[in-house]
């Protein structure tokens, strides 16, 4: 009789420290899946800033109004491309974003200023390529840089 209460106690017992052990992977993941996401996001909004910014002219949209998945710039005599293959974000062919994101969505928009100097906007959405209970966590990043 004592052997089945033990038993049933430690079974109980065995249940839930599963539970906590499985709760506490789901929070790591979902965790991990945020920080890759905001990691890429902050990397490839710094590394478009950064190339606009040292860029003498905008290639790839050639007009103002015009939108598309490439940007070309000249930058120092030399064209710099970024593209949007498959769900990878390139940068002359080297992927800017990590194995633990996808691109879902890249949207460049050109703009005049009417001064010489165009803008571009851009809306880049990652998502997780791990998914947790919640499912896989996206962001769209947003902003706006003009050539100097």
């Not at 800033?49 to 598309?68: C, F, H, K, M, W």
């Amino acid at each position: 009789m004592e052997f089945l209460i033990y038993a049933g106690l430690l079974g109980i017992l065995l249940v839930v420290i599963g539970q906590i052990f499985t709760a506490s992977i789901e929070v790591q993941t979902s965790g991990e899946n945020v920080s890759y996401v905001n990691m890429d996001g902050q990397h490839i909004m710094s590394r478009i800033q950064y190339d606009i910014g040292r860029a003498s002219d905008i290639v790839t949209p050639n007009a103002p109004g015009a939108a598309g998945s490439t940007l070309q710039l000249t930058i120092g005599g030399a064209t710099r491309t970024y593209s949007l293959t498959g769900t990878s974000m390139l940068l002359d062919g080297v992927a800017l974003n990590g194995f633990g994101t996808r691109v879902s969505a890249l949207n460049f928009v050109r703009a005049g200023s009417g001064g010489g100097k165009d803008t571009i906007s851009i809306a880049l959405t990652l998502e997780s390529i791990a998914s947790s209970a919640a499912g896989a966590h996206s962001q769209t990043f947003t902003s706006t840089y003009g050539l100097r």
